[in-house]
T-cell receptor, first 115, second 107 residues
Framework: EAGVAQSPRYKIIEKRQSVAFWCNPISGHATLYWYQQILGQGPKLLIQFQNNGVVDDSQLPKDRFSAERLKGVDSTLKIQPAKLEDSAVYLC?????????????FGPGTRLTVL | AQRVTQPEKLLSVFKGAPVELKCNYSYSGSPELFWYVQYSRQRLQLLLRHISRESIKGFTADLNKGETSFHLKKPFAQEEDSAMYYCALLNTDKLIFGTGTRLQVFP
């Protein structure tokens, strides 16, 4: 089966610019996650969707970050405006269902560099 | 607060040596713990979960509630085990990851 797809793979922007990332989960997976992984740290959950509804966005910096999954399939994560500390790898993952025992499958990530 | 601690950033061993990657957690309740692995130029992927009590690629991990630990072990390391290993704790359907340990296995 095809894995989780993400684009772009790399992005370099200047601070205060905007950027958007796209994720296509594994077909049939109801749950989609966005993680931020800063260099030297483990992934940190930003937002979690179940179909097209938000389950958890408690760690999403809502003043600058937004995410949507309008049709319950693809998702986009946007940063506007970007700050230097947003430099990180942004990982998308999906799982068959919401229950914690459902394995999360990760995409290749988007490496963002903010100059 | 729920937390996962991996005290070693880097662990270097020679091929055939035993490996133990340490993971300690802080959690009120009955924890569900996982090990994820990321090989060079590959995606992050699940290695094993404690509830399955399985051995994957020769790795095992036992939950020790008394010591709040979930160390990953392998009796004889192989060069292909070289990777980043992340311990993760499940907290109400959310995974909390540790900072990771890079395992280097030398020939």
């Amino acid at each position: 089966e095809a894995g989780v797809a993400q684009s772009p793979r790399y992005k370099i922007i200047e601070k205060r610019q905007s950027v958007a990332f796209w994720c296509n989960p594994i077909s049939g997976h109801a749950t989609l996650y966005w993680y931020q992984q800063i260099l030297g740290q483990g992934p940190k959950l930003l937002i979690q969707f179940q179909n097209n509804g938000v389950v958890d966005d408690s760690q999403l910096p809502k003043d600058r970050f937004s995410a949507e999954r309008l049709k319950g399939v693809d998702s986009t994560l946007k940063i506007q405006p970007a700050k230097l500390e947003d430099s990180a790898v942004y990982l998308c993952a999906s799982s068959l269902e919401l229950a914690g025992y459902s394995t999360q499958y990760f995409g290749p990530g988007t490496r963002l560099t903010v100059l | 607060a729920q937390r996962v601690t991996q005290p070693e950033k880097l662990l270097s061993v020679f091929k055939g040596a035993p490996v133990e990657l340490k993971c300690n957690y802080s959690y009120s309740g009955s924890p569900e713990l996982f090990w994820y692995v990321q090989y060079s130029r590959q995606r992050l992927q699940l290695l094993l979960r404690h509830i399955s009590r399985e051995s994957i690629k020769g790795f095992t991990a036992d939950l020790n509630k008394g010591e709040t630990s979930f160390h990953l072990k392998k009796p004889f390391a192989q060069e292909e085990d070289s990777a980043m290993y992340y311990c993760a704790l499940l907290n109400t359907d959310k995974l909390i990851f540790g900072t990771g340990t890079r395992l280097q296995v030398f020939p």
